[in-house]
């Protein structure tokens, strides 16, 4: 099955496999008619972050084994909802991009240079 298109319009990279992320737990921020969140921006994950957005309510920390999550730590990728990052952009916390693996989605909330300004590299 062909994968979706990132923000470079090209095929979308896999964002991470461990640990394994995105709506449909394939490693890749896809979307579709039930990703309500729109996970779509492939972010690598600072402690700046994750307290940000505990502070907002969603723990990205603590492990939940029950859904099979693993609790997030600095330095690991995972795909946001792309209002969460747009959020933390306009509070100066927003985490680094992975731009070959963010869903095109994400320009319709975010303009491609303010993720070009928190880029890092695929690999």
Not at 100 to 108: F, K, S, V
Request: hydrophobic share 40%; net charge negative; charged share 20%.
């Amino acid at each position: 099955m062909a994968r979706g298109r990132n923000v470079l319009g090209k095929e979308l990279a896999v964002c991470s496999q461990d640990p394994l992320t995105g709506f449909y737990r394939n490693g890749c921020c896809e979307t579709g008619p039930d990703d309500l969140g729109l996970h779509l921006v492939c972010a690598v994950m600072t402690r700046e972050f994750l307290e940000f957005t505990l502070r907002r309510g969603n723990d990205l920390i603590t492990p939940n084994p029950g859904y099979g999550f693993p609790g997030l730590k600095p330095g690991d990728r995972w795909c946001l909802c792309v209002t969460r990052w747009k959020e933390a952009l306009e509070a100066g916390v927003a985490p680094p991009v992975v731009l070959e693996a963010t869903h095109m989605g994400a320009l319709e909330f975010v303009d491609l240079a303010e993720l070009q300004a928190h880029a890092v590299s695929s690999g």
